[in-house]
């Protein structure tokens, strides 16, 4: 069975696909029990005969345990554990009617062997599928990290050079994170950092993304959006994440702010100038008293605070 405690809901994205890549592995053990079971005329055991069985083997403990999480809550998951419920099915009916001293006939044996193909060619599949994905995801925060970042910031650029369609990049960072760490210790910050990231993606539009940039810095793409709409966008954040304090601990409250600077795509620069730009714009947030969000200023050629 799952060796680590699954129920924990500090349970990263590399425990649920190491968990995941274990349950499916271990399948094979199950339906060895079953082929011993109907061949050597062994009563069949819970894990066989039982009406929850598909609870009792590996994956069905690990799917019960994150069915609910959002990495999991899919469609491809979902049919997953269908066809693993139904392969439950037949294996049950199977061995109890031997055991009752029935013939298992020969189609009834290739539905449940076609079952079991189909399970173990979606499991891995999804497991390969899975572990690219958390490759590319930083495990504190859930979000995608700097080397996804680069990838898709390259997909964007090429989408503006073609298409001439504006689009910004920002950069926020947590106001005195350093000092949250050294009062209330680095469980604090990591909570302080997930928290920061949740309101982040509920103010964010569906079509930006956001990546960790690298310790409480965040880089943020903002396609199709001119200079006046990316400002209400990250000023939009700014309030949302300064309006509530976290609770840390008992009863304790940190007020948590960032500082953003952002730019626009420009032609004349690339992707490494456009991000100096932005956080150059940052700098000035953090100079002119944090809290709050300055841009790249093309006419200027240097960062501005919002009038």
């Not at 061949?39 to 069949?44: F, K, M, Q, S």
């Not at 210790?185 to 302080?192: L, T």
Request: charge should be negative.
């Amino acid at each position: 069975m799952i060796t680590r405690d699954p129920y924990k809901s500090s349970a990263t994205p590399e425990d649920i696909h190491d968990d995941l890549d274990q349950a499916i592995a271990k399948h094979g053990e199950w339906l060895q029990e079953w082929h011993r079971c109907v061949l050597c005329g062994e009563a069949p055991s819970q894990k066989i005969a039982s009406d929850n069985a598909q609870y009792l083997c590996n994956f069905g403990a690990w799917y019960e345990v994150h069915r609910e999480s959002k990495l999991v809550d899919q469609p491809a998951f979902h049919a997953l554990a269908k066809v693993h419920r139904e392969l439950h099915d037949v294996a049950r009916t199977l061995a109890v009617k031997k055991w009752d001293g029935g013939d298992i006939m020969s189609v009834e044996h290739d539905v449940l062997t076609d079952l079991v193909n189909e399970f173990n060619a979606k499991g891995r599949h999804l497991a390969r599928a899975f572990g690219k994905a958390f490759s590319d995801m930083d495990p504190l925060t859930g979000i995608h990290n700097r080397q996804q970042m680069l990838s898709e910031l390259e997909v964007e650029w090429t989408r503006f050079i073609r298409t001439g369609s504006n689009c910004c990049i920002a950069l926020a960072d947590l106001d005195h994170f350093k000092k949250i760490n050294d009062v209330y210790g680095h469980h604090a910050g990591d909570e302080v950092l997930r928290s920061s990231v949740s309101r982040f993606v509920s103010e964010l539009r569906p079509y930006d993304t956001i990546f960790r940039y690298g310790g409480e810095e965040f880089l943020l793409c903002l396609p199709n959006t001119e200079l006046h709409t990316a400002l209400a966008v990250l000023d939009r954040l700014r309030l949302r994440l300064s309006e509530q304090p976290l609770e840390v601990g008992e009863n304790e409250l940190i007020n948590i702010t960032a500082s953003f600077g952002f730019a626009e795509m420009d032609r004349d620069v690339s992707l490494e100038e456009l991000i100096e730009r932005a956080d150059k714009s940052l700098y000035k947030a953090k100079a002119e008293g944090r809290n709050r969000v300055c841009y790249w200023d093309h006419k200027s050629g240097n960062a501005a605070a919002v009038a």
